[in-house]
């Protein structure tokens, strides 16, 4: 599952990417309208800004914005620099692989060989869909039920 932290900059950048262009906008209107906790929000924009995603200006005037275009940001990369990995489980895991506790030689498990398929299409899909990408909850709900 994807972590809080990873869920609130993920609707941090989503807030960022809609408002693209139009200069910076406050920390307190995203953790606002995104019902993000602030303190915990300047952290998340802090580790974005670090890698290079977000731009940020002090002062009256200042705030937060994209420091790349959205139609270069896709939800992979975002969730790959929160979380560090798009693996299920530490042996399959492309750049933070861990030999996995208590359990069989990783050439012999089926259970690793499973999950390196969910993350090569997890990480397929999630790497086609950028921030400028329209990903309306309504329609999604209405065709999932």
């Known amino acids: 599952m994807l972590s809080q932290k990873t869920r609130y900059a993920i609707r941090a950048m989503q807030h960022l990417a ?5 200069g910076p906008v406050q920390l307190a209107d995203i953790a606002e309208q995104q019902k993000i906790p602030p303190k915990f929000l300047t952290v998340i924009l802090s580790e974005l800004a670090r890698s290079g995603l977000v731009a940020s200006q002090r002062g009256k005037d200042g705030g937060y914005w994209l420091g790349v275009p959205p139609i270069d940001i896709s939800y992979g990369d975002l969730i790959r620099i929160m979380r560090g990995s798009l693996a299920l489980v530490p042996c399959a895991s492309r750049y933070a692989h861990e030999t996995c506790q208590n359990c069989v030689e990783e050439e ?13 299409k997890t990480a397929h899909l999630l790497d086609s869909i950028y921030l400028t990408d329209k990903v309306e909850a309504d329609a999604y709900l209405l065709a999932a039920e």
């Open 18 to 22: 809609d408002h693209y262009g139009k």
């Open 108 to 120: 012999n498990c089926r259970t690793r060989a499973l999950m390196l398929q969910v993350r090569d």
